[in-house]
């Protein structure tokens, strides 16, 4: 038992730290923050090895990762709790409600990924709605709601695709890690 929770606190620890690495190659960065990139991945992978709680706490620490080493873009505390902490959970916590199956890894993106957005979605339409520019991608923007769809849209599903397909180009050599297959044939030589 203290075998596995000392292997899980290592694998969440370089993991986040791979997701931080990752987070900083970026292939375009929006100007209010947002940014395509793979740095789901390593957090998406851990919540579904390790479930739903130990997912959430993961994303929350990455949370706070991004906005303290990453340079946060914020307007105040909601921005800062909503974008970063809360988003990240969410993103843990979608994913890790398919741990241990064939295909988690690929569900949990698309949960985690949704739940993220939707976090980034409220926040972009009461906060930052605020600051809504007359313009964006060549339409005349009125509503907030709209704005904040096309803002955080515009890096979440490029970011869940990106996810997605790194996904399916490692899902035959590392199967066994993306099923939990591993960790279940710990368990079972430990006992």
């Known amino acids: 038992m203290k075998h596995s929770r000392i292997r899980m606190i290592c694998e969440a620890a370089v993991l986040m730290a791979l997701a931080q690495i990752l987070s900083y190659i970026k292939l375009y960065e929006f100007p209010n923050g947002g940014s395509i990139d793979c740095a789901m991945v390593p957090i998406i992978l851990f919540a579904v090895r390790y479930g739903a709680g130990w997912g959430t706490g993961v994303g929350l620490v990455y ?9 946060g873009i914020s307007i105040d505390w909601t921005t800062i709790i909503c974008d970063y902490f809360l988003a990240y959970a969410l993103l843990g916590l979608g994913a890790g409600l398919f741990h241990g199956q064939k295909y988690g890894v690929y569900a949990g993106t698309l949960c985690g990924g949704a739940l993220r957005f939707l976090a980034h979605l409220a926040v972009g339409a009461i906060v930052w709605g605020q600051w809504m520019p007359d313009e964006f991608f060549g339409m005349t923007m009125t509503n907030p709601w709209f704005y904040s769809l096309l ?41």
């Open 151 to 191: 803002y955080n849209g515009s890096y979440m599903l490029p970011d869940i695709v990106i996810c997605c397909v790194i996904f399916a180009l490692l899902y035959r050599p590392l199967k066994k890690y993306f099923t939990c297959a591993d960790l279940r044939a710990g368990e079972s030589q430990s006992v």
């Open 63 to 71: 949370g706070a990762m991004q906005y303290f080493f990453a340079n």
